[in-house]
């Protein structure tokens, strides 16, 4: 069974401050991460994905087989990043598990 | 850009009786999808859907559910006897091929339909 933790409901953040959101995932055996995001009024959309090993709109997420962890980072948050982050994870099938989010909050 | 739409935005209905949310998917795209999200919890997979036939389901796609293609454009999941726990907010997602390599398969999401059971 695959599973997706993320640990953090909410996590707010000044400005120019660096964020982390977390993501663990269970899974036997070889995963691929994504990170989803959904701005207020917004669709679910893709942000990125561990095997593009791309940065987008300055976040950064590296897969840690060893801590089976897929966190997501920014060192220097925006009030425009404020939204819900989904981690994702997909196994021997191509549907994702998701996990059950984090509001990410940054205030001026 | 082409985007997933989905009707009603919102729609209210009696505890037993039966709802249909509609998809539009993106044209080119083949592969067609349903995701539930009950509020303050995860967004769960539902049904795939390819060339007419269900290509995958979840335990929760039970025989309360069922989806079609009844014309070229449109994607409808129906809910029949719906229930209080059926209240969510229902996803359509397309793309153009499966799997998790590629761009192709990145899955476009719809803005959701909110289903109120009372």
């Known amino acids: 069974a695959q599973r997706v933790t993320q640990p953090e409901k909410l996590l707010s953040v000044f400005k120019g401050a660096p964020v982390e959101l977390k993501c663990n995932y269970s899974?036997?055996?070889?995963?691929?991460l994504f990170w989803y995001v959904q701005y207020s009024r917004q669709r679910l959309q893709l942000l990125l994905r561990?095997?593009s090993r791309e940065s987008i709109k300055g976040f950064t997420a590296d897969l840690n087989k060893g801590e089976t962890s897929f966190h997501l980072k920014k060192p220097f948050a925006q009030e425009e990043d404020s939204a819900m982050y989904y981690c994702?994870?997909?196994?021997?099938?191509?549907?994702?598990?998701f996990g059950r989010g984090t509001s990410l909050i940054v205030h001026p | 850009e082409p985007e997933v739409t989905q009707t009603p935005s919102h729609q209210v209905t009696q505890m037993g009786q039966e709802v249909i949310l509609r998809c539009v998917p993106i044209s080119n795209h083949l592969y067609f999808y349903w995701y539930r999200q009950i509020l303050g919890q995860k967004v769960e997979f539902l049904v795939s859907?390819?060339?007419?036939?269900?290509?995958?389901k979840s335990e929760i796609f039970d025989d309360q559910f069922s989806v079609e293609r009844p014309d070229g454009s449109n994607f409808t999941l129906k809910i029949r006897s719906t229930k209080l726990e059926d209240s969510a907010m229902y996803f359509c997602a397309s793309s153009f091929s499966p799997g998790t390599s590629g761009k192709d398969n990145e899955q476009f999401f719809g803005p959701g339909t909110r289903l109120t059971v009372l």
């Open positions: 899974y036997s055996g070889s995963p691929e």
């Open positions: 561990h095997i």
């Open positions: 994702a994870l997909t196994g021997g099938s191509y549907i994702p598990t």
């Open positions: 859907f390819y060339n007419n036939e269900i290509s995958e």
